[in-house]
């Protein structure tokens, strides 16, 4: 079946532009995961929805970040106003239901270049 | 505040060998542990989970082993192939419960 897919896969914004990431979920998936990954990084949590409701934006690292998930489904990651220090790769990752042992599906990611 | 430590140099091995990759961990009594693959351009792989009160798990030619004494993790890849060249990251649950915590991964190449 379709996995976690993420548009688009590349994007290069000016600084101070605004961009709008997308990620399409495996259907059916409860919970979904924004992660925010460096060069050479790990993948840093971002923020976290169940269904519609996001329940944790602890991982936004400003006011700049903002994530929807209105209809439960797709979600939106929005960064407004981008600085060079947003150059990272941003996955989407969702699983089934929440709960601990619950794996995670990544997405490939949108690779974000701020000049 | 809590670490994961991971070798941070590339391990090259020869093929037929086995592999072995630590992850190292502070500040956490985590009730799982994860280890997850990821190649160039994709996100991670999930590839096995260890519980806190289990001592090893295998799967086909993975072993993971987790020692919650010493707060480390093997992961060891036997009979290794080209095919397994990629990174591989060790991801502990944060306080959350749900979100997880990432090492920085440890790169694996393979040679013939």
């Known amino acids: 079946g379709a996995g976690v897919s993420q548009s688009p896969r590349y994007k290069v914004a000016k600084r101070g532009q605004d961009v709008a990431l997308r990620c399409d979920p495996i259907?059916?998936?409860?919970?979904l995961f924004w992660y925010q990954q460096a060069l050479g990084q790990g993948p840093e949590f971002l923020t976290y929805?169940?269904?519609?409701?996001?329940?944790?934006k602890s991982g936004l690292p400003s006011d700049r970040f903002f994530a929807e998930r209105p209809e439960g489904s797709v979600s939106t990651l929005k960064i407004q106003r981008t600085q060079q220090e947003d150059s990272a790769v941003y996955l989407c990752?969702?699983?089934?239901?929440?709960?601990?042992?619950?794996?995670?599906?990544f997405g490939p990611g949108t690779r974000l270049l701020v000049l | 505040s809590q670490k994961i430590e991971q070798n941070s140099e590339a391990l090259n091995i020869q093929e037929g060998k086995t592999a072995t990759l630590t992850c190292n961990y502070t500040?956490?009594?985590?009730?799982?542990l994860q280890w997850y693959r990821q190649d160039p351009g994709r996100g991670p792989v999930f590839l096995l989970l260890?519980?806190?009160?289990?001592k090893e798990k295998r799967k086909e030619r993975l072993k993971v082993t987790f020692d919650t004494t010493l707060k480390q993790s093997l992961f060891h890849i036997t009979a290794s192939q080209p095919a397994d060249s990629a990174t591989y990251l060790c991801?502990?649950?944060?306080?959350?419960?749900?979100?997880?915590?990432f090492g920085k991964g440890t790169s694996l190449l393979v040679t013939p």
């Open positions: 990752a969702s699983a089934y239901k929440t709960g601990e042992e619950e794996t995670q599906y």
């Open positions: 259907s059916g998936h409860v919970s």
């Open positions: 929805f169940q269904n519609e409701a996001q329940l944790d």
């Open positions: 500040n956490y009594s985590p009730a799982y």
């Open positions: 260890i519980r806190e009160n289990e």
């Open positions: 991801a502990l649950e944060t306080n959350s419960g749900y979100a997880l915590n």
